[in-house]
T-cell receptor, first 118, second 116 residues
Framework: AQKITQTQPGMFVQEKEAVTLDCTYDTSDPSYGLFWYKQPSSGEMIFLIYQGSYDQQNATEGRYSLNFQKARKSANLVISASQLGDSAMYFCAMREGLINTGGFKTIFGAGTRLFVKA | KAGVTQTPRYLIKTRGQQVTLSCSPISGHRSVSWYQQTPGQGLQFLFE???????NKGNFPGRFSGRQFSNSRSEMNVSTLELGDSALYLCASSLAFGVVGNNEQFFGPGTRLTVL
């Protein structure tokens, strides 16, 4: 069964420091995609970064990088130089294709609430 | 380019009533997915639509239904509302369909439904 686990309900980080948000996943499908989303208090989900299961290099997008360790089935998000505006909920998600319908299914972790201190 | 829009943003209903939520995807996007978000259950997948056809459905009762129109706009309907249906309902659109790749879903602001 598919499963996404985020073990940190809440995290604190000092402004300008780096922080790592953990995510582990479980799937038997060799082809899948991993995503991170940010949800501020406004409620809108904002796409941050993507990592494909066949990608050889870790994904990076500005201050965001994804530490992908396929053998350990982990996809941790690293935020460098934290800013006050980074305070939000962060969700890890996994998507894989469905052969029978040709569609895809995305499941989300429980999320980690990040607090950036000034 | 306009983002995903959802209407209404807020809704208050009473038990037993029915509700219809609307989602307009980003122009050119043909795939629309719906999610329910609650503090207790987190984000849960409801449906996925492409070309006016439901391609995938989450584990929700038959009171939850949806459809997609030829212009890719989508609606979801919840009949016989229960207190537990109170949630933030998020709609997401994506460009492609059936592709496992960087097919990121762009989310709308959500509709917050309160059932009294």
């Amino acid at each position: 069964a598919q499963k996404i686990t985020q073990t940190q309900p809440g995290m604190f980080v000092q402004e300008k420091e780096a922080v790592t948000l953990d995510c582990t996943y479980d799937t038997s499908d060799p082809s899948y995609g991993l995503f991170w989303y940010k949800q501020p208090s406004s409620g809108e989900m904002i796409f941050l970064i993507y990592q494909g299961s066949y990608d050889q290099q870790n994904a990076t997008e500005g201050r965001y990088s994804l530490n992908f360790q396929k053998a350990r089935k982990s996809a941790n998000l690293v935020i460098s130089a934290s800013q006050l505006g980074d305070s939000a909920m962060y969700f890890c998600a996994m998507r894989e294709g469905l052969i029978n319908t040709g569609g895809f299914k995305t499941i989300f972790g429980a999320g980690t609430r990040l607090f950036v201190k000034a | 380019k306009a983002g995903v829009t959802q209407t209404p943003r807020y809704l208050i209903k009473t038990r037993g009533q029915q509700v219809t939520l609307s989602c307009s995807p980003i122009s050119g996007h043909r795939s629309v997915s719906w999610y329910q978000q609650t503090p207790g259950q987190g984000l849960q997948f409801l449906f996925e639509y492409f070309s006016e056809t439901q391609r995938n459905k989450g584990n929700f009762p038959g009171r939850f239904s949806g459809r997609q129109f030829s212009n890719s706009r989508s609606e979801m309907n919840v009949s016989t509302l229960e207190l537990g249906d109170s949630a933030l309902y998020l709609c997401a659109s994506s460009l492609a369909f059936g592709v496992v790749g960087n097919n990121e879903q762009f989310f709308g602001p959500g509709t917050r439904l309160t059932v009294l």
